[in-house]
């Protein structure tokens, strides 16, 4: 699988598959390999290719030989050091907390995989549940996986990282701005499209399904999560997307067939059912991209409208997102991405008597749509509006650079909420983020300084931090 958190990575995928080589979706993360590599192999005999297509062609085919190496043991190895980690989390694998030391190793074989990985870290920053004690050290398994391949599909048991939709910034539904939840998944592994003449038109498809566990310490501990995610490519430049996301059961709430009945089904407005039997807390919308050429330059618009209440089994009080983004080739060296996106996570974000306090939060698991003190969505978390502009450049050496620079308001509407994992009340603000990651003998570094300007409308206060980390893989 190819897991989320390389922005450079995806840059090379998206380009392959607005250039057509790639052909099946491509923003439901983690991915598949199997059908990245049959697309690149086919591709690999067309003459004619732009520079920039064969820079990303090398650098995928390299990542996937590594990772797809089969009947031989792989170890990996990592460590971070982080002042002051960034708060709000891009598609970008940056460090969660302030130090970390990391270890692990994998078993590929045709039908079965395990990659057990461990991190030990230090300082935690942002790492625990609302209203939970702060620890300084702790010992963790992200990133692991044990699954085996049934028919077109991997059935994994893992605590792997997940991206649903087109954003760079962030993902309204699911991002990997909280830490990855242990959880059972189902994932289609090639693309195909349907052989059926009723159903082709779809073009290729691709399903995630997944069960997750969330933390003890929150208001109902060990509230579960059912998420499903399904995307098609009707055009080959038109990738559909429709999520799903519903948080239920937990200590003290209804965990019995009938209840996931009633959530699957949509059963659960209070209009139609009672709040004592209130199955769980569900979001739920759509996304599209769409790419195009313009003056010879690849340009996309995208955009993902996620519902938090469901009316008539259908997502209702939006809030959304939206964005451009184009690349191109400069100076005979760089493959370039930039983007420009806006997010606004306040419910019914179009009218003028918006629903504050209600993206992400709810009523019964008042902790709501967050793990371990993060939430699993866009990591500016509910009631804000932030625009955001990226720069990315990558040479055929895999030298990286990416700028990011965020501004707007946090938490800017309605009464106190200490839900909020940002900041209580209202604050404008101002970022910028750069970071350099190279290729050497022992792996690739990666280097990031920041910037970030609060100001606190309601203290009426203004203040600014420097952050800054160093990265290590063993493996890029």
């Not at 909020?420 to 404008?428: A, C, G």
């Amino acid at each position: 699988m190819i897991t989320s958190g390389n922005m450079a990575l995806r840059h090379d995928i998206q380009r392959l598959a607005d250039h057509g080589v790639i052909k099946g979706p491509v923003t439901t993360w983690p991915l598949a390999w199997g059908p990245i590599i049959t697309d690149i192999r086919q591709a690999e005999k067309i003459e004619a290719l732009p520079r920039d297509v064969i820079d990303a062609m090398n650098r995928v085919s390299a990542r996937a030989r590594w990772e797809t190496r089969t009947n031989e043991l792989t170890f990996n190895a990592g460590a971070s050091m982080a002042e002051k980690p960034t708060r709000i989390r891009s598609f970008q694998n940056t460090p969660r907390e302030s130090a970390e030391i990391s270890a692990g190793v994998s078993y590929t074989s045709d039908r079965f995989a395990v990659s057990l990985n461990g991190q030990a870290v230090n300082g935690l920053s942002h790492g625990v549940a609302i209203g939970a004690p702060s620890g300084k050290n702790e010992f963790r398994a992200d990133g692991s996986m044990v699954g085996f391949v049934l028919g077109n599909y991997s059935i994994t048991g893992n605590t792997l990282d997940r991206w649903w939709g087109p954003g760079w910034d962030g993902s309204l539904i699911y991002s990997n701005n909280a830490r990855p939840m242990p959880a059972i998944s189902i994932d289609r592994n090639f693309t195909d499209a349907f052989k059926s003449k009723w159903l082709s038109w779809i073009g290729p498809w691709d399903v995630s399904m997944h069960f997750a566990k969330m933390e003890e310490a929150r208001e109902v501990p060990n509230a579960r999560i059912f998420a499903i995610r399904v995307n098609f490519k009707p055009f080959p430049s038109l990738e559909l997307g429709m999520s799903r996301i519903a948080q239920w059961c937990g200590n003290g709430r209804p965990c019995d067939l009938d209840t996931f009945v009633n959530l699957a089904t949509g059963l659960d407005n209070r209009d139609e059912i009672d709040i004592s039997d209130e199955p769980g807390n569900q979001q739920g919308g759509f996304d599209a991209r769409w790419s195009t050429t313009i003056f010879d330059r690849p340009v996309a618009l995208y955009g993902q409208y996620i519902g938090e209440d469901e009316v008539n089994r259908l997502p209702a009080d939006y809030f959304g997102l939206f964005g451009l983004e184009s690349t191109g080739f400069w100076g005979e060296r760089w493959s370039y991405r930039w983007f420009g996106e806006i997010a606004v996570t306040i419910s019914d974000f179009t009218k003028s008597n918006n629903k504050v306090n209600s993206v992400y939060n709810h009523s019964i698991y008042r902790t709501g749509l967050r793990f371990r003190g993060r939430v699993i969505g866009h990591g500016i978390d509910n009631d804000s509006r932030v625009i955001s502009t990226g720069l990315m450049l990558v040479d055929d050496e895999d030298t990286q650079w990416f700028a990011l620079f965020r501004f707007g308001a946090l938490n800017r509407a309605g009464a106190p909420d200490v839900r909020n994992s940002l900041t209580p009340t209202k604050e404008d603000i101002v970022s910028l983020d750069i970071t350099h990651s190279r290729v050497f003998k022992y792996g690739q570094i990666d280097v990031g300084l920041g910037f970030e300007q609060l100001d606190d409308i309601v203290a009426q206060e203004t203040r600014s931090d420097v952050r800054a980390y160093v990265q290590w893989r063993s493996a890029y």
